[in-house]
């Protein structure tokens, strides 16, 4: 009976058991006459060990040259070793090279990032991308379950658009058909639309933003979820926000500890995160005060936030912290003013604390038509392209909340990472579409 073939990952669980493996090697170590390699398999790492004795001459020599990157079948003894991360070992009794690898370019030491990138194809097989693919993973399930356990509906919004959502600046063009288009710089609109069908729908897809800009906050294409919901305002729009970062970090850090500890992050302000009781939440003319009393003096209210300010206001608190009623010169056209205060919009911004940044902007929408209609000229934008926007108020206008969570931004701060451009597979940024 052939030998079973097992994953990595599964490896703790079969000790004792001989099982083949097929995977990449890693890394190989040794002299005289005992060899190591570290095997990846895409579910995990594994060490390979053998003694001179425990393989014919042919395979002991091929234990002693594998090049990084070589695929192969090791078949072997599963052994207990409280020195690997696994906490198991394989002691191989069998091995043989299914595809070589010469001259691998990503080799064990310091490369620069544009090295990397330029590799980006073959980087994302380290241990510490692998890391960044797996918590994304985790983030990515724990957005759709938390969804689905608030009732919502996914409903997939389109890629190619006939308007601009966030600007009129920062649309990626295109052709359709002898048309003009653009690429979406979000699905917020139509999941107004789907509100009215559904109740409470969201969407989760790619978005994309001509901004040339090279912060490490700022990607041209980007993952955002973006649920909508007939019937709330803002102050539970800010409650399923921070709701959804809750259970995100709590997923993580349940599930991802090793990957965290990979990567080096340290858990405290994520555990902060997941364990408080509610994110603080503070007025906009409350954030300016702040700014001018923690080195932004000359800051001016009316103005937007830059990153420099929200770090400011980020650096007060140990959790994210909820920052709403924006003047309504620094939201969008379709935000809703404060019915106490026509200078403010009831809109909100969830900040990252550690210097990330924004990682949900949101708040409650317009549902008066004529109040909707001054916006439109207020952007100068034309009635006739969001014709079917405005018919929202015509039938049956609601009122009803929503916000957008980029994902690469929020992973970003999850993992701790230096730029967001590690949070993509494969990035695209003003001066990279390749590969």
């Known amino acids: ?46 060490q390979l060990v053998a003694g001179e004795e425990d393989l014919d001459a042919e395979s002991f020599e091929l234990l002693k040259r594998l090049s990084q990157e070589s695929l192969v079948e090791a078949e072997g003894t599963v052994a207990e070793n409280g020195r690997e991360a696994l906490g198991v070992e394989l002691r191989l009794s069998a091995l043989r090279q299914l595809s070589g690898s010469e001259d691998y370019p990503i080799t064990h030491k310091e490369h620069g990032t544009d090295f990397l990138m330029d590799r980006r194809h073959l980087w994302l097989r380290s241990p510490r991308q692998r890391a960044i693919l797996a918590i994304r993973d985790r983030m990515e399930r724990s957005i759709h379950a938390y969804f689905h356990e608030q009732g919502f509906l996914r409903v997939d919004a389109p890629i190619f658009t006939d308007n601009a959502c966030e600007g009129t600046t920062t649309l990626f063009s295109a052709e359709y058909f002898g048309s003009p288009a653009y690429l979406s710089q979000s ?6 639309a789907a509100a009215a069908a559904v109740g409470k729908a969201y969407c989760f897809g790619p978005t994309f933003r001509a901004e040339n800009s090279n912060t490490r906050r700022h990607l041209t294409e980007f993952w955002m979820v973006e649920p909508e919901a007939a019937f709330m305002e803002l102050p539970e729009d800010m409650a399923l926000g921070e709701g959804l970062i809750k259970r995100i970090v709590a997923d993580v850090l349940g599930e991802c500890g090793p990957e965290l500890a990979l990567l080096g992050r340290d858990l405290a302000p994520l555990r902060a995160t997941a364990g408080c009781a509610s994110f603080p939440r503070l007025a906009y003319d409350d954030a300016v005060e702040v ?13 937007d936030f830059g990153g420099p300010h929200e770090t400011i ?15 309504c010169a620094c ?3 379709y935000m809703k003013k404060d019915p106490e205060d026509a200078r403010l919009s009831l809109s909100m911004d969830i ?17 008066d038509l ?33 916000f ?6 929020t992973l970003a701060w999850v993992c701790g990472l230096p730029h967001v451009r590690e949070t993509v597979p494969f990035p695209r940024l003003p001066n990279r579409l390749h590969p």
């Open 1 to 46: 009976m052939e030998t079973p073939l097992a994953e990595i990952r599964n490896l703790p669980q079969l000790k004792g058991r001989t099982v083949r493996l097929r995977g990449w090697v890693w890394n190989r170590r040794g002299s005289g006459r005992i060899r190591f390699a570290q095997l990846r398999d895409g579910t995990g790492f594994a």
């Open 187 to 192: 699905g917020q609109l139509y999941m107004e």
């Open 291 to 303: 700014l001018k009393k923690n080195g932004a003096p000359d800051f001016r209210w009316g103005d």
């Open 313 to 327: 206001i980020a650096q007060q608190y140990s959790t994210p912290v909820i920052v709403h009623r924006y003047p």
């Open 331 to 333: 939201k969008a056209f």
């Open 351 to 367: 900040l990252a604390p550690e210097g990330f940044g924004e990682i949900v902007g949101g708040g409650q929408r317009e549902t």
């Open 370 to 402: 004529e109040t909707l209609l001054e916006g439109f000229a207020k952007h100068g934008i034309a009635p006739s392209t969001l014709d079917w926007y405005l018919d929202l108020r015509k039938y049956g206008t609601f009122p009803h909340a929503g």
């Open 404 to 409: 957008g969570l980029g994902l690469e931004r």
